[in-house]
Nanobody, 121 residues
Framework: QVQLVESGGGLVQAGGSLRLSCAASGSILSLDTVAWYRQAAGKQRELVAEITSGRSTVYADSVKGRFTISRDYFKKTVALQMNSLTPEDTAVYYC???????????????WGKGTLVTVSS
């Protein structure tokens, strides 16, 4: 069974940086689009950034120019470099993979359990 585990969250002052990582455990045949989402208290979960297998990227307007998503095809990991953080970036951050496994050759979405990012003013 494939599982995702995020790491790298924590407390940082406004203007600081954090790097989030997400790794998959288990056997994966292929990995398609991977993404980071976030959910702030009392708000809906929103897309932060995604990157396709062809390395095309999409960013939320609120993070453009500050966040960078990257992936390692061999390690099957995805990272989110977050710079110039503001209190508005405070949220639980989740990674999402679209994976194909032997049990699910058509593919399926997997979510991590989330990592908390808190930005103090």
């Amino acid at each position: 069974q494939v599982q995702l585990v995020e790491s790298g969250g924590g407390l940082v002052q406004a203007g600081g940086s954090l790097r989030l990582s997400c790794a998959a455990s288990g056997s994966i045949l292929s990995l398609d689009t991977v993404a980071w989402y976030r959910q702030a208290a009392g708000k809906q979960r929103e897309l932060v950034a995604e990157i396709t297998s062809g390395r095309s990227t999409v960013y939320a307007d609120s993070v453009k120019g500050r966040f960078t998503i990257s992936r390692d095809y061999f390690k099957k990991t995805v990272a989110l470099q977050m710079n110039s953080l503001t209190p508005e970036d405070t949220a639980v951050y989740y990674c999402k993979y679209f994976v194909r496994t032997l049990a699910t050759p058509a593919g399926m979405e997997l979510w991590g359990k989330g990592t908390l990012v808190t930005v103090s003013s």
